[in-house]
């Protein structure tokens, strides 16, 4: 069975970082694009980062450039969302999802289950 399964969520306070994780299981990740979302209460889900097979990044939306960031782990077939200076507005539900590539990227029915970051003083 493809699975994503994530981790590393939590409380953070303002001003703090986190790194979340987005493990495969049932596949490889060499050949998959990975990208992360977020959805707050009340709103739409929105894009934040994208990592093609090779590396590359795209941005999925322009709220939060400069303070996140991704990596891939092929090895360990796992991907990284790090995120510095967290703010409040980040508090929200992170998703990561597996494609073929960034373009399609939010097409894709290949999900993690989601994974909580709250951030709160």
């Known amino acids: 069975q493809l699975q994503l399964v994530q981790s590393g969520g939590g409380l953070v306070q303002p001003g703090g970082s986190l790194r979340l994780s987005c493990v495969a299981t049932g596949f490889a990740l060499d050949y998959y694009a990975i990208g992360w979302f977020r959805q707050a209460p009340g709103d739409e889900r929105e894009g934040v980062l994208c990592?093609?097979?090779?590396?590359?990044?795209?941005h999925l939306g322009d709220s939060v450039k400069g303070r996140f960031t991704t990596s891939r782990d092929n090895a360990k077939n796992t991907v990284y969302l790090e995120i510095y200076a967290l703010e409040p507005e980040d508090t929200a539900v992170y998703y990561c999802a597996a494609g073929p590539q960034c373009s399609v990227i939010s097409a894709t029915e290949l999900w993690g289950q989601g994974t909580q970051v709250t951030v709160s003083s």
């Open positions: 990592i093609e097979y090779d590396g590359g990044i795209r």
